[in-house]
């Protein structure tokens, strides 16, 4: 036996992206003693700048962007009771198919290898026992997900310790359900058009694939203010227009599918870390 706490860690591309897919988990475990690590990867620089200014606008200055955006995932990290951040700093790819993507020195850009040796470096010294990152889509195809996905699993492969692996997801149904309820709070809204739908549709996974559900209702408030922390992203935080209250109606479930395992848990599990403990 040890006294070393267990130790989740969870890899993200972005400042804003640890509370919106494991906001509850971090909070959650936090609460439950277990030492919580966010590594975040790129420094959020493709994001809005004050006033709403987007990339590439007159007065959009990156390294300003990624200085406020720090200070916004420390308050986020409080929110949430982080115990261990880490940024790795590479700058911010931006949306698929945006000049950034190409841009020197953009995470997108960055040798895998070279990624995964400096998070293989993070995992030696922290030694976590369970690890969060995307799917091989990262989600929905961000650029910046896809790569931190693919760095996670090269550091893996590097290590020997024998983590539970966890990718993000959602259920379907609760992405339509989502849909609808930005429907009733933005009754102005466009549909999308055909193309776009069919994309949506494809995001997240029919509920019997999901291996793990863990209950955050507890910690959906926390989540919403660690969201809101990234007040210069409120725009494109959508979730956050629609009131704490929805919010954790819609939000006090995170689920995730279970890719490694040493443990033989049962499947389905209502908790990441079990087997563990």
């Known amino acids: 036996m040890t006294d070393r706490p267990l130790t989740l860690m969870a890899v993200h591309a972005h400042p804003d992206d ?27 620089g493709c994001g809005d700048g004050p006033g709403g200014v987007k990339p590439g606008e ?16 420390q308050g986020s990290c409080g929110i949430l009771g982080v115990g261990d951040l880490e940024m790795l700093g590479y700058a911010d790819s931006g949306m698929a198919g945006w000049p950034s993507n ?22 030696r010294h922290y030694r976590p026992d369970v690890v969060v990152t995307y799917d091989e889509n990262g989600f929905y195809g961000h650029p ?23 990718w993000t997801t959602a259920p379907r149904s609760a992405m339509r359900r989502m849909g609808e309820v930005f ?33 955050t209702t507890a910690f959906s408030g926390r989540k919403f203010d660690a969201l809101a922390a990234h007040a210069s992203q409120g725009e494109n935080i959508f979730f956050l227009k ?12 995170e689920t995730f599918v279970r890719v490694r395992d040493t443990t033989g848990a049962e499947l389905p599990e209502n908790d990441l870390f079990a087997g563990l403990r």
């Open 18 to 44: 640890e509370a919106t897919g494991t906001g509850g988990i971090l909070a959650r475990y936090a609460a439950e003693g277990v030492r919580t690590v966010l590594v975040t990867c790129t420094d959020g």
């Open 58 to 73: 007159p007065g959009h200055d990156p390294a300003a962007v990624a200085a406020m955006r720090r200070e916004e995932l």
């Open 102 to 123: 190409d841009a020197p020195g953009s995470f997108w850009r960055t040798p895998v290898e070279e990624g995964a040796a400096r998070l293989a470096e993070l995992m």
């Open 144 to 166: 910046d997900h896809i790569q931190a996905h693919r760095i996670t699993m090269a550091a893996l492969e590097l290590v020997t310790l024998t983590p539970k692996v966890y």
């Open 183 to 215: 429907r009733e709070v933005f009754p102005d809204m466009p549909e999308p058009d055909p193309a776009e739908a069919a994309a949506m549709a494809e995001i997240g996974l029919p509920e019997d694939e999901i291996t793990t559900w863990v209950d």
């Open 242 to 253: 629609m009131g704490k209250e929805r919010f954790g109606e819609l939000m006090g479930v």
